[in-house]
C-alpha cells in the first residue's frame, strides 16, 4: 500500500465556505428592462453584471475557476494563483484569492486600463505586463513553473468550471422573465472572450429545449465571428479597442456550434453605443455591453419590420466607470480615429417617440 500525499482537508472545507460565503451575500443580479419607443412590443432585458462586488461578470468566472481548482487539488494553502488576463478576471481572481488568502499574480498587456491595474492592487495581486498581447499565454504557464504555482488559464477552463445545467447566469435569465410578456426570448445576446458565458448560455438553451437562439456579437477584427462562418480561420492579426472581448485566437472555451447568428461590429459602434444606452438606461456600460447593446438594436429592428413582438436578453458586462480615461473621454475617442457621430445618431433614433408599427400603419392609414 502506498498512501498517496493529499491535500489539507480542513483547509480545503474551510476555503469552499469562503466561496459559497461570497456567493450567499452577493444574491442574484438585476434583469434591467429597456424599451425604445421607436421599436414598441419589443422588451429589451441587461442582466446588469457591473453589481457584483468585483464589477463585472468575471465575478462568477473566477469564482468557478477557484471552485474548479480547489476540487481538482490544482490550489492549496500557499499556492501562488496566475492567470493571463486583459484585467478584469484577473480584478475578480485578486479579489477571491485575497478572501482565500493566497497570491495572486495577473499577466496582462501593459496597454491595460489604469483603472482596472488600481483594482487588482487594491485586492493584493501583483501585476505583471507584457508588451506583446501574444504572450500572455506562455508567459503565465512559465511564471506559473518558476513561482510552483498554478495557472488559471481561463481561456481553457472557463468553459468547464461552470455547471451549465444548473445555478448559472442564463437559468437565471430565464427565471427572471417569469412574469414578463415575453418570457421566453427570441434572442440572447452575447459577447465573447473566454467564451465561456455564450458556451453556458448555448449549451442551457439546448438543455432545456428553449425556442430561444443565440447571437454573437462580436468586434469586427476579433476572430471568433470569422471562425463560426469559416472554421479554418483559426486566427486574426490586430486587435480591437474594446476590452475583455474579441480574440486574436479562437479560444477553447469558445464552442462555434452554439452559435446562431453573428453580429460584426465596429469599433466606434461599440463604443457610440456604451454611450447611448448610458444615457437611456440611466446607468453607466462598459464598452462590451456596447458592442451587445448594437446587435440588440440590429435583431430588434429586424423584428419590428417584420411586425413581430418578443424579448431580447443581453448582458450589461460591466459598468462605464471603469472606462472613464478611454471610452468615455473625447479626447482618447479622437486620438484611436473613432468617428461615434453616425452610429449615434442611428442608435438615438430608436428612443424617438412616434413611430408605428409596421402592423398598425394600415389601420391608423385608414382611419
Ligand atoms: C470577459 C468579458 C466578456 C465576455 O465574457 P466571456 O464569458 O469571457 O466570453 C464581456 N465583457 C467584459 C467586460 C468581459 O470582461
Known amino acids: 500500500m502506498v498512501t498517496l500525499q493529499r491535500s489539507n482537508r480542513n483547509w480545503l472545507r474551510r476555503a469552499l465556505q469562503i466561496l459559497d460565503a461570497d456567493q450567499m451575500r452577493s444574491g442574484e443580479t438585476n434583469l434591467l428592462r429597456l424599451d425604445m419607443p421607436a ?64 497570491k495572486f499574480v495577473a499577466v496582462m498587456p501593459r496597454t491595460t486600463s489604469p483603472e482596472k ?12 505586463f507584457v508588451d506583446d498581447p501574444t504572450t500572455v499565454y506562455e508567459v503565465s504557464a512559465t511564471l506559473a513553473r518558476e513561482l ?17 445545467r444548473r445555478a448559472n447566469i442564463a437559468e437565471a435569465m430565464f427565471a427572471q422573465l417569469a412574469n414578463e410578456e415575453h418570457r421566453i426570448p427570441r434572442w440572447i445576446v452575447c459577447s465573447a472572450g473566454t467564451g465561456g458565458t455564450a458556451t453556458t448560455v448555448g449549451r442551457h438553451i439546448r438543455y432545456k429545449s428553449y425556442e430561444t437562439r443565440l447571437c454573437l456579437a462580436d468586434p469586427e477584427a476579433s476572430v ?58 440611466g446607468k453607466s456600460c462598459g464598452g462590451s455591453t456596447g458592442t451587445n447593446f448594437w446587435a440588440v438594436v440590429k435583431l430588434a429592428r429586424e423584428m419590428h419590420a417584420a411586425g413581430e413582438s418578443g424579448s431580447i436578453v443581453t448582458l450589461l458586462c460591466d459598468s462605464g466607470e471603469r472606462y472613464r480615461s478611454t471610452y468615455y473621454d473625447d479626447a482618447w475617442v479622437r486620438d484611436h480615429g473613432l468617428d461615434l457621430a453616425p452610429y449615434e445618431a442611428e442608435l438615438e433614433s430608436c428612443f424617438a417617440h412616434a413611430s408605428v408599427a409596421p402592423a398598425n400603419r394600415q389601420a391608423v392609414a385608414a382611419e
Open 39 to 102: 421599436l414598441p412590443g419589443i422588451a429589451v432585458y441587461f442582466k446588469d453584471e457591473s453589481t457584483h462586488p468585483t464589477g463585472s461578470l468575471k465575478h462568477r468566472l473566477a469564482r468557478s475557476l477557484f471552485t474548479y481548482g480547489l476540487c481538482n487539488g490544482w490550489i492549496g494553502p500557499g499556492t501562488t494563483v496566475i492567470e493571463s488576463s486583459s484585467g478584469s478576471t484577473a480584478v475578480s481572481e485578486a479579489y477571491f484569492a485575497h478572501l482565500l488568502g493566497l
Open 117 to 128: 491595474i488600481a483594482a487588482i492592487r487594491l485586492y493584493g495581486g501583483d501585476c505583471h
Open 148 to 164: 510552483h504555482g498554478h495557472y488559471m488559464d481561463q481561456f481553457t477552463f472557463a468553459e468547464r468550471a461552470t455547471d451549465w
Open 224 to 281: 471568433f465571428h470569422r471562425h463560426c462562418v469559416d472554421p479554418k480561420v483559426t486566427s486574426v492579426k490586430g486587435a480591437s479597442l474594446i476590452e475583455g472581448i474579441g480574440r486574436p485566437r479562437v479560444e477553447p472555451s469558445f464552442l462555434p456550434q452554439e452559435i446562431d447568428l453573428v453580429v460584426p461590429v465596429e469599433d466606434a459602434a461599440s463604443v457610440a453605443a456604451a454611450r447611448v444606452l448610458s444615457r437611456h438606461l
